[in-house]
């Protein structure tokens, strides 16, 4: 590798902090293929953030000269500090004999596991931004790291996916069509707690959409979309054009069989194959090790799982319970179209579903008894028109075999056609013992 | 990292050779996170292998004991060899100041772009074998790298394929149905010029044969098909079982639009289908950076190109030219199954499709002029049942506008029937200024 200028944060607070720093210079000036140009002078900062009361750190920044790729110089930084006796992997926030932190390398970036160069932090820190400002470095010039990215074109969120997992990264991706609420934002957290870099698309797929359905007045707000996933620790955005999608000449398409029969299949029945075949692209596209869906569409979760499965995707498809606002209705972004009447009225599915699942937990096990109870709930609310409701076995939603049931899941589609303009709501729920 | 033992080939065969040797261990022992537990005592081999004629080389076995990933201390090894002297990146073959080879690394593997360990040769090579049994090691039972891997299941080569790309290696892939003759060989001697690892696929897909075809009689040879990916250099062959690639509940399909409309399609009304969704199956799995298909079956490489662009699958489709017999006869598994007379018949596509490709050559533009030619040679040899004869755009294989042409490809099916059993042949060619 052509050598780099690479500058490297040190830092001390525990032990004789001064010989600490001083031996991990002279360390690295042992090290093949790195070279000590300068060290800044060391300097004391107050240790700041949680983690047990502990002592001032010793701070410096030290220039290196070196041809060693940033990942070998990090194992090199490790092996420095585990022999000046610090733990590792070392617990978060305690008090530390030597502290080797990578912060700029040249115009190098590095994007990995347990890496990140620029520093996603350095500017913040006082501790860093001085040593280097006194090495001459152009503090206000230098490259950061920026999150979240937003990315328009396949090839580019294809080339950031792919090099997160090249760098050891497990990626997660939150494929959405935008317009986010909090049930979006709940699948984001818990992607960001699953993964070290989460991806969140935002595409209204025309494919899912039928002649006559909503897609060119579906909810379009990029802005607050962004809002909402950098708060959600996103560290990516792929928003494309419909044009970076799919080309004048596009004519592929995924189609799923049984899973994609019945209840919304019957409704809407080209959708399936557009959610299929746009999640399939994106599976192929962005290459994730897991994906994350919501419950809510538990027809389309099934879908995708069984395409997954089928086309042979090695991404784990993770089903996020349905967020509910405080009175039991399941949020969506169609929500916002339903008039006061329409939305007061629109807790008969949450009401309906639950009396089944209370019958469930006290005993009932007989399917048309169970069915029976939830449609006398939603036949009490006349702004409700049933489209279906069914009890289907859970995970796949195959048909139930005859006589008393162990579980399943219910389903429910309803419109309301009463308010400003008809909208149309899901709802579903597991039966279970235990609710 | 924990720390491991590493054996460590070192080698000189310029300079002051011990001094470089004897120099390269003090220089490891430098090293944070190495720690040099013993070193083999040196001796003289001759140099061996192509190359400019040079002196004999001086080698000899370092034993580490290393926190370093095997990476961090392959890079720590080049600068050493750079420090020596060596020009890098090295000139194959050449006279070395310093040659460091990690050769085992207890039972860890690594299989990158600039690594392999177990070093993938060194067993056969006494300089290496000798020093390790004069430092105890057990060299019969040490680990070695085997080629080509033998994998059946999609798991494992999802597994295999992920780690190569992660270890920077580029991965081709080459889908064949087995039963592997020289135009398979030239597929995956052009993957093994063009990318670091091959994986080859044998797999007879029951999707792409209609009911009345020759599924179960496609001729099938895996121990014949082992022995000539080897002799390609594949690195890896994934043979599935079917239950492997379809189980009980598949009913995913992947279809194309135009492009798997007419010619084939039109005589063979799912096949296309069935190649979509196999290929898109085994994309998803091994997620190859290239992929390379044979111009024999050109509706179907347009076709598989359409659905990666489509779908969006990162992958260069490699178009390969048609590997003939002597005689113009297009390679083809199914060639075993033609007569000594339809054998002889069989050549009339080549011959048909050339008069077309000649004509061209002398300056004849006019589409049906072109066409009226090769079907005059077809029609001369009445074993060959004519399917179709087609002249599309080179590439999508389009219909091509009216008027005259300015290029285009000639496609010919045609079935011979007199034989042991039906056979149905395909040809194509791309007509161009200068053949």
Known sequence: ????????????????????????VQRLSAVPGVEVLRVSSFRESAFVGAGPAQGAYLNGVAELRTTLPLPALLAVCK???????????????HPRPLDLDIVLAEGETFDGVDLVV??????????????????GVDVEGAPRTERPLLVDTPGAIAALASAWTANGCVVG???????????????????????????????VNPLQFGPREDFAAYPRDLGGDMRLCAAAGVDAVFAPPVAAMYDERFCSRVAVGAAAEGMEGAVRPEH?????????????????????????????????????????FPIRVVP??????????????????????????????????????HAFARGERDRDGLLA?????????????????ELRREGDLEPLPPGPIAG???????????????????????LVEES
């Not at 959405?176 to 698309?201: K, N, P, Y």
């Not at 999640?279 to 099934?302: C, M, N, S, W």
């Not at 996020?320 to 008969?348: H, K, Q």
């Open 408 to 430: 399943g899941r219910m389903l429910v589609a309803a419109r309301f056609e009463r308010g400003v303009r008809p909208v149309r709501l899901l709802d579903n729920m597991a």
């Open 373 to 389: 109870r939830a449609r006398a709930v939603l036949a009490s609310e006349p702004r409700a028109l049933l489209d279906y409701l």
């Open 79 to 93: 092996a420095i500090e585990a022999e000046a006796g610090r733990r590792l992997p070392a617990p978060k926030n």
């Open 320 to 357: 996020c319970p349905i967020v509910r606002e405080p009175d039991g209705l399941a949020m969506s972004s169609r929500n916002v179209y339903l008039g006061a009447d329409d939305r007061r009225a629109s807790t008969i599915l949450f009401r309906a579903l639950s009396s089944a699942q």
């Open 118 to 135: 620029p520093h996603p932090r350095w500017h913040l820190r006082p501790f860093v931004v001085e040593p280097l400002r006194e090495l």
């Open 1 to 24: 590798m052509r050598p780099r200028t690479v500058h490297l944060a040190l830092g001390s607070n525990e032990g004789d902090r001064r010989a600490s720093l001083e031996r991990a």
């Open 272 to 312: 399936f194959s557009g959610v299929a075949t746009v999640v399939a692209r994106l599976f192929a596209i962005t290459r994730p090790h897991r994906a994350y869906f919501g419950e809510k569409d538990a027809q389309q979760l099934a879908v995708i799982r069984r395409m997954t499965h089928d086309l042979g």
């Open 173 to 203: 991706l939150v494929p959405t069509m935008g317009s986010l609420h909090e049930g979006h934002a709940s699948l984001m957290r818990i992607a960001r707690s699953e993964c070290d870099r989460v991806i969140a698309t935002i595409f």
